[in-house]
């Protein structure tokens, strides 16, 4: 296996466990998404059917602060943005959940080189 196929198979494990994670409620779906979107690149799925759906959601999401960002904000600014985060987060998650199943199902075949 040469290194970027290393590399592609690593991305897309990490996108295949933010879905699970997301399902399991144990990774926020804005986070989720941001995840995924950023590892796409590197998995080779920037165009997948069921990838650009968390670029999205990443993109429409930027402007909130989750995560070790929420350090560096005020906390009255942070309250104030609280009901938005939440509305986000449930958002994300009608959009993300088909998504994420149907990665988690197929990940299978995304996990065996090459493509196909």
Known sequence: MSWN??????????????????????????EGARTIARHSFKARLEDDSDILPFVGVASE???????????????????????????????ALTVASPHCQSLVARSGSLMRWPDG
């Not at 290393?6 to 779906?29: C, H, Y």
């Open 61 to 91: 999401t930027e402007s909130l602060p989750l995560g070790y960002e929420r350090a560096h904000w005020q906390a009255r600014a942070l309250a104030d943005l609280q009901g938005k985060i939440d509305e986000s987060q449930a958002w």
């Open 5 to 30: 196929q290393s590399e592609t198979i690593a991305a897309r494990q990490i996108i295949i466990e933010a879905a699970k994670g997301i399902l399991s409620g144990s990774v926020s779906p804005v």
